[in-house]
């Protein structure tokens, strides 16, 4: 209750068995959500109840995986926050717009949980609280029973408790697949904008363990 990351709590059973069996998540309330709240974040939908659920969430059941609840968002995903604390710290905000589902996995309530992005409403609430926010290429879930803010970037994502169940649910769906990679490479500034000795250290140790640990080539670019 002092968090408030949840609009609902009402768990449903999976709609079949797959690689998520058992796996409870929460929904981020512009998904529909059939015989649930989707209120959108507004007092002008307070009570709404979903009249079938988004593509994704059915998916999501029908590989095993059981929703949990209703996750609070910004009203209409936009600018004005819900109630949601960061579970860190309760005089913090959680980040927005996706700011109950990054504090419901940060609270340790559920693994993973959907949200979605159109500038930033994955990664900085997934910052925001400690979480790993995954933000896949644009187009990559169906937004199908999604509230669309700007279709042309909205995108669903996943928060997780760590690396690993964002990487099993992305597999899962289909979207993803494991491969071998060749040595990667990619650019780094050639000179590093004003910033203290300190960050200069820490972003040159990044730098060497990225180099050492994963055969990575780092070239230098002009900025």
């Not at 309760?90 to 959907?114: D, E, I, K, N």
């Not at 925001?128 to 042309?152: D, I």
Request: charged share 15%; hydrophobic share 40%; glycine share 10%.
């Amino acid at each position: 209750s002092s968090i408030q990351a949840w609009v609902e709590v009402n768990p449903r059973p999976a709609l079949g068995d797959g690689p998520l069996d058992g796996i409870p998540f929460g929904v981020k309330d512009i998904f529909e959500t059939v015989g649930m709240a989707t209120e959108f974040g507004s007092a002008l939908y307070k009570n709404r109840k979903g009249v079938s659920d988004a593509a994704v969430v059915t998916q999501l059941r029908q590989l095993g995986a059981i929703l949990f609840g209703k996750t609070q968002t910004a009203a209409f995903a936009s600018f004005d926050p819900p109630a949601t604390r960061n579970p860190h710290n309760l005089s913090h905000t959680p980040g927005g717009s996706s700011s109950g589902s990054a504090a419901a996995v940060a609270a340790r309530v559920v693994p993973f949980a959907l949200g979605t992005q159109t500038m930033g409403s994955i990664i900085r609430p997934a910052s925001f609280c400690g979480v790993v926010g995954f933000k896949p290429t644009f187009g990559s879930f169906p937004t199908e029973g999604v509230l669309p803010f700007a279709p042309s970037l909205d995108t669903v994502g996943i928060f997780g408790e760590d690396v690993t169940i964002c990487e099993r649910v992305w597999l899962a769906t289909g979207f993803g697949r494991t491969c071998e990679f060749s040595k990667t490479r990619f650019a780094v500034p050639r000179d590093l904008p004003q910033v203290s000795e300190y960050m200069q250290s820490a972003f040159a140790r990044a730098l060497k363990r990225l180099s050492d640990s994963y055969e990575i080539e780092i070239g230098r670019a002009s900025c």
